[in-house]
C-alpha cells in the first residue's frame, strides 16, 4: 500500500502511512519519499511513484463536470508532454481518453519521437478531448479494465494508472457505494496495478483509498491546478516533479 495522506514531512524508508485512528505507521521493505500528498497544493517531490518497467497509462475522464479545467488539463498535457524526451521515460506510456465508450487511445511515448510532435501532441489533446460525458460515472471503469487484461501477457502490460475525475456519480463514504461498483479497483491492486487518482471534489479521496488507490485532490486557484497537473504528470511519467 502506498502512503494515502502526508503532510509537511517524509514517510520513513520502509514505512507506510496508515491513515486510520491512530495515525500508525506500518513498515515494510520498500522505499519511497513522499511530501505534501494531501493538501490544497499538492506536491510530489522526487517521487518514484510507481516501480517496474510496464506500461503507464494516463486516463482523462470526458465526464461534462471537467469541463470548467478542461483548458488546464490540455495545456498541462501539452507543456509536459512537449517538454519530454523519450529518454526521460521510465516507461512507456498511452494517453487514453473515457468518457462511458471504448477507451480511445489520443497519443503514446512513441510519438514523442515524433519530428513534428508539437502539432501532432496539440492536434490529438484539443481535438480527442470533448468534455461532454453526462453519464458517466467515475467508477465506470470496466472497459478500461479489459483493455488491461488484454495487454496483461503482452510487452504492453499495464503497471500503473493516472486517473483524472470530478469523481462524477461517486460517493462520497465507501460504505454507501455498491461492492460490485468497487470491483475494478480492487482487482488492479490485487493485481499490482497502482491507482493514482487527481479528483477535482472536494473531500473526494475517501472511496478512492478505501479501494487503496492513491488519491491527490486537484483544487485551487487557476494557476495552482496548472502547477499540480504539470508536477502530477512529470512525476507519474518520469519521477521526477518540475
Not at 46 to 54: E, V
Amino acid at each position: 500500500m502506498y502512503p494515502n495522506t502526508v503532510k509537511n514531512g517524509l514517510v520513513p524508508a520502509g514505512c507506510d502511512y496508515k491513515n486510520n485512528q491512530d495515525n500508525a505507521l506500518i513498515c515494510k521493505p520498500k522505499e519511497y519519499k513522499v511530501t505534501e500528498i494531501c493538501g490544497s497544493s499538492p506536491s510530489l517531490t522526487n517521487a518514484r511513484l510507481f516501480s517496474g518497467n510496464k506500461h503507464k497509462l494516463i486516463v482523462i475522464s470526458l465526464s461534462d463536470g471537467l469541463s470548467k479545467q478542461s483548458r488546464i488539463i490540455q495545456e498541462g498535457l501539452n507543456d509536459v508532454l512537449l517538454n519530454l524526451k523519450s529518454s526521460d521515460l521510465k516507461t512507456p506510456f498511452t494517453l487514453l481518453a473515457l468518457g462511458g465508450q471504448q477507451p480511445f487511445p489520443l497519443l503514446s511515448s512513441k510519438d514523442l519521437a515524433t519530428a513534428d510532435k508539437g502539432n501532432l501532441i496539440r492536434t490529438k489533446v484539443e481535438t480527442g478531448m470533448q468534455f461532454s460525458a453526462g453519464n458517466f460515472s467515475a467508477l465506470d471503469l470496466d472497459l478500461l479494465d479489459n483493455l488491461i487484461q488484454e495487454r496483461a501477457t503482452t510487452q504492453d502490460a499495464v503497471d500503473s494508472v493516472l486517473y483524472i475525475t470530478d469523481n462524477r456519480s461517486l460517493r462520497d463514504h465507501p460504505q454507501e457505494i455498491p461492492k460490485s461498483k468497487l470491483g475494478v479497483p480492487f482487482s488492479w491492486h490485487k493485481d499490482g496495478i497502482h491507482l493514482l487518482v487527481l479528483t477535482t471534489k472536494p473531500q473526494g479521496c475517501e472511496a478512492w483509498q478505501y479501494v487503496e488507490a492513491q488519491c491527490l485532490p486537484w483544487q485551487g486557484q487557476d494557476n495552482d491546478l496548472r502547477q499540480i497537473m504539470k508536477n502530477t504528470l512529470n512525476t507519474f511519467l518520469t519521477g521526477s516533479s518540475l
